[in-house]
């Protein structure tokens, strides 16, 4: 049988939310928050579906367009692993130890949020810019022998059609700003759960907040070596990912340097 409740005196704070007893109130309670995190979801699939638009490309504009094809130093299925399971999972055993339901559903809905917002603007942007990447010579000519129009000397494409497509998607970076959405929001989770605003003059936890942001910068500096991105891309992608970041942390959280910046209030949430 479970431990029975504790009791509760006057004047004390509330017990614990522990997921059993609040976790279908939270879900009621957020029930629409949920549901647009599924459009934002489909609209994300969508955007990666349609044809992003093809600027002109001219012949002289490929020179600077020659760079070398490269694989990516980090794939595109390791980024939903660091920025999105990899907070969830920090998120997860700071639940273990303080058993505040309503801190992890709003850190996991809040992260979520975040990836996904970034992740429509990115694309969004992606498809409507279609930039040209570093190497779209060997993606339009992965022979090495140029073809252009007659009179305008644009180019004229014999390569794969995927890779040519992922070839005009190069502003702004979404690795970078998937990272930053993800690992910025575990920044600002983890300075207000180490009070990393206290005054106290621990420079350990600033080192703690600041690790996430430097993996975020470094998958961007990766994007500009593997010649995928030019650096607007990355600069772009890092602003846009860490600004949706800030704004959903704060939404769901109070600022780490205010009094409540540890844990959220849930006592008005248990009646």
Known sequence: M?????AIRLGA?????????HGAKMARRHM????VLLLLAAIEVALNLITPFHRFVAEFMMEDLRYPMKPNTIPVWAVPIYAVILPMLIFAAIYVKKKNAYDLHHAILGLLFSVLITGVLTDAIKDGVGRPRPNFYYRCFPD????????TRQVICHGDAKVIKEGHKSFPSGHTSWS?????????????????FDRGGHIAKLCVVILPLLF???????RVADYWHHWQDVFAGGILGLVVASFCYLQFFPHPASKHGTFIIYSGLTE
């Open 32 to 35: 629409y928050d949920w549901i």
């Open 144 to 151: 090495g022998v140029p073809n252009y129009e007659a009179v």
């Open 216 to 222: 975020a910068a470094m998958v961007a500096v990766s």
């Open 2 to 6: 479970p431990p029975p409740a504790p």
């Open 13 to 21: 704070p509330p017990p614990p939310p522990y997921l059993r007893t």
């Open 180 to 196: 930053f959405a993800g690992l910025g929001f575990l920044s600002w989770y983890l300075a207000g759960k180490i009070r990393v």
